[in-house]
Every structure is written in structure tokens, then in C-alpha cells.
């Protein structure tokens, strides 16, 4: 049975500002070569798109809450906010 690699070899053209934007990473030090840059960019991406249909199905859960439901929790979200406002949650993780 064949090992897999551990990263995947890809072979792509890129638009110009893109290239340098991923040599920028480069060479202000955010990263050691093309490859890690280009996989921080698309870490950052899938983070945000995770996010983004978090948000999305967050929304989709309160429209769907009887009225009485939804009072309460607006009331533990202004709870919290007031508590966590401060907080930069992704520093925390």
C-alpha cells in the first residue's frame, strides 16, 4: 500500500496580484514560503465561510423561535454582551 504525502502537489497561474500579494507573506516573514502562504490564505477563507453559515444558520434558528422563546434569548444575548463585549474571540482561541 502506497503512503500518502502529507501535502498534495498542486500546479496553477495565479493573477499577478495575487502572486504578489502571496510573496508579500513571504517576504514580510507570515510565512516561509508560497505553499504555507497560500494555505493561510485559504485557512482564512474556509474560517470566514465557516462563519459565515454559522451566521447563517444562527439567523435561520431564531426566525424559527415561538415569541415567547425568542424575549429569553435576547435577554441571555444582552447579558452576555454586556459580560464578553470586550472579548476578542479569536485571539482566545
Do not use: W
Not at 20 to 34: C, H, I, P, W
Not at 50 to 74: D, H, M, Q, V, W
Amino acid at each position: 500500500m502506497a503512503v500518502k504525502p502529507a501535502r498534495a502537489k498542486i500546479s496553477t497561474t495565479i493573477a499577478h496580484d495575487n502572486y504578489a500579494y502571496l510573496d508579500s507573506l513571504v517576504d514580510s516573514g507570515k510565512a516561509s514560503n508560497l505553499a504555507e502562504a497560500l494555505d493561510k490564505i485559504v485557512a482564512t477563507y474556509r474560517r470566514f465561510a465557516r462563519r459565515i453559515e454559522l451566521e447563517k444558520e444562527t439567523a435561520g434558528y431564531f426566525n424559527r423561535l415561538p415569541e415567547k422563546a425568542a424575549r429569553e434569548e435576547s435577554e441571555l444575548a444582552e447579558a452576555s454582551h454586556k459580560l464578553t463585549h470586550t472579548l476578542d474571540f479569536d485571539r482566545e482561541l
